[in-house]
């Protein structure tokens, strides 16, 4: 029986974009991250950072 955890995906925002494979999809990630950001600190919540990295 194996117990070891399967390997988890780097979920930082620079290997979320580079595991982006179509140029228009890198492109709509660099454009958005900034206006993400934005929402984020002006609510003061950072969770809008994970949601934006879940879509």
Same mark, same amino acid.
């Given at each position: 029986?194996?117990?070891?955890?399967?390997?988890?995906? %780097?979920?930082? $925002? +620079?290997?979320?974009?580079?595991?982006?494979?179509?140029?228009? &999809?890198?492109?709509?990630? %660099?454009?958005? $991250? +900034?206006?993400?950001?934005?929402?984020?600190?002006?609510?003061? &919540?950072?969770?809008?950072?994970?949601?934006?990295?879940?879509?």
């Amino acid at each position: 029986m194996n117990t070891t955890p399967e390997p988890q995906p %780097d979920r930082t $925002l +620079p290997a979320i974009r580079q595991a982006l494979c179509h140029p228009r &999809d890198r492109a709509g990630f %660099d454009a958005e $991250l +900034p206006v993400a950001v934005e929402k984020a600190r002006a609510a003061g &919540d950072w969770r809008e950072i994970e949601r934006f990295t879940h879509t």
